[in-house]
């Protein structure tokens, strides 16, 4: 597969995450496409990585590191989600809005 072949890709896990940030009320679907935009640019970073500098582990250190950071934060993200709809039965983002005391 060609850098062009993974950018597409990264390009194209990047808009569908984008179209479900912009489109859902559901902060589970929110953070699914968060996570869709975030696998993109990671998928982009390590094309160009494994294409530029290919002889050297640096970006698939950086990448490994970067999908970690990104379940630990999906992970306290819906803990957080969880906790605010067992407190207040909310699940759409407009609601959560409100719980600014």
């Given at each position: 597969?060609?850098?062009q072949g993974f950018l597409l890709l990264a390009a194209?896990?990047?808009?569908?995450?984008?179209?479900?940030?912009?489109?859902?009320?559901?902060?589970?679907?929110?953070?699914?496409?968060?996570?869709?935009?975030?696998?993109?640019?990671?998928?982009?970073?390590?094309?160009?990585?494994?294409?530029?500098?290919?002889?050297?582990?640096?970006?698939?250190?950086?990448?490994?590191?970067?999908?970690?950071?990104?379940?630990?934060?999906?992970?306290?993200?819906?803990?957080?989600?969880?906790?605010?709809?067992?407190?207040?039965?909310?699940?759409?983002?407009?609601?959560?809005?409100?719980?600014?005391?």
């Amino acid at each position: 597969m060609t850098l062009q072949g993974f950018l597409l890709l990264a390009a194209a896990l990047f808009a569908v995450g984008l179209y479900g940030v912009l489109s859902q009320q559901s902060i589970v679907m929110l953070m699914m496409g968060l996570e869709l935009m975030i696998n993109g640019l990671i998928v982009a970073g390590g094309a160009f990585w494994y294409y530029v500098a290919p002889e050297n582990a640096d970006g698939q250190v950086l990448v490994l590191v970067a999908v970690t950071v990104m379940a630990l934060e999906m992970a306290m993200g819906f803990a957080v989600v969880t906790a605010i709809f067992r407190a207040r039965d909310v699940d759409v983002t407009d609601e959560a809005g409100d719980l600014k005391e």
